[in-house]
């Protein structure tokens, strides 16, 4: 006799995406990112972005014990996230202490993925960036060389540091700053991608860039807006950092309020703080306000019976 009920266990809408297959998704939409870098800056980019996926998949390994090197690949892409966050040639023993602190102390400490609170490579970035600022934040910028994969190359400032790039510059990446913060059209490229395969939501990156956009041309016009977008690591960070499924809010009202506050924090700091940056402080801080944005924005129940007190 044929089944007419079919009985299973929560839950009963079932995605074909997996852990791994969504890394590795994000590796792809990485991709044009990390070419653009190498474009620019030659192999010492790409040297740093080895070390800093090397010792982020061997820290994993180590500490689960399971003999996976790749594993679900979310080491990998926490690796080269950081990377992204550094300069084009920092010392190897930065990247590599930026990626265990990011893999043990940003994730592993937790219990692993799906119970970090903060993302693991900004965790990474932060220490780095309290602790060896000079080497991650100082006078460490290289002028791109495009297609001089092998040339000399010297120091300049961030465009973060004078506003004299011009927004062509900054659209291209022909600017220097971090691996994945000169590019804009690079990251844009890769996010495209990662909306096809619904990995991310538009109201985290939107509430972001738009919040940025908005306090950026308060301060000093149109042009103004659109340079805070653009420089630094605002795409980088709406697209990639604050998008994270596990430290990000899950209601659509929480992805909102989630990306403008980390867009507020990000325009605080560099218009009012020491520092020229403020994306990785942005948000980390409000992945820590996550529960409490989750908490706040659930919808209503409908349909729930209420005692009537007689």
């Not at 990390?34 to 474009?39: D, E, G, N």
């Not at 596990?246 to 009202?253: A, L």
Request: overall charge positive; aromatic content about 10%.
């Amino acid at each position: 006799m044929e089944r007419k009920l079919v009985v299973s266990s929560s839950p009963h809408l079932k995605s074909p995406d997996d852990i791994q297959s969504i890394m590795v998704d994000v590796l792809i939409a990485l991709f044009p990112v990390a070419l653009m870098a190498v474009f620019l800056f030659g192999y010492r980019a790409l040297i740093t972005m080895i070390i800093a996926m090397f010792f982020a998949m061997a820290t994993e390994a180590i500490i689960l014990r399971n003999g996976k090197f790749f594993g679900d690949g979310s080491a990998a892409v926490t690796g080269l996230l950081l990377a992204m966050t550094l300069p084009p040639a920092p010392p190897w023993w930065i990247v590599a202490i930026g990626s265990i602190v990011a893999i043990a102390i940003g994730k592993q400490i937790y219990g692993g993925l799906g119970h970090n609170i903060f993302n693991p490579a900004l965790v990474g970035r932060a220490v780095l960036l309290v602790s060896w600022s000079t080497h991650v934040a100082g006078n460490v910028w290289l002028k791109p060389v495009p297609f001089g994969f092998t040339a000399d190359m010297v120091t300049q400032a961030s465009p973060l540091v004078n506003y004299k790039a011009s927004l062509v510059d900054l659209f291209l990446g022909t600017v220097p700053g971090s691996l994945g913060e000169t590019s804009a059209l690079a990251l844009i490229i890769g996010a495209i991608w990662l909306f096809y395969r619904g990995h991310i939501d538009w109201r985290i990156p939107g509430g972001f860039i738009g919040i940025v956009f908005i306090l950026g041309l308060i301060s000093g016009g149109f042009s103004m807006g659109l340079y805070h977008v653009l420089a630094g690591g605002v795409l980088l960070g709406a697209l990639f950092m604050a998008t994270d499924m596990v430290t990000s809010p899950v209601t659509p009202t929480g992805k909102l309020i989630f990306g403008v506050g980390c867009g507020v924090v990000t325009m605080a700091i560099r218009l009012f703080g020491g520092l020229p940056e403020g994306v990785t402080f942005g948000i980390l801080l409000m992945n820590g306000l996550t529960p409490l944005i989750d908490n706040l924005t659930l919808p209503k129940k409908f349909g729930e019976v209420k005692k009537i007190n007689a």
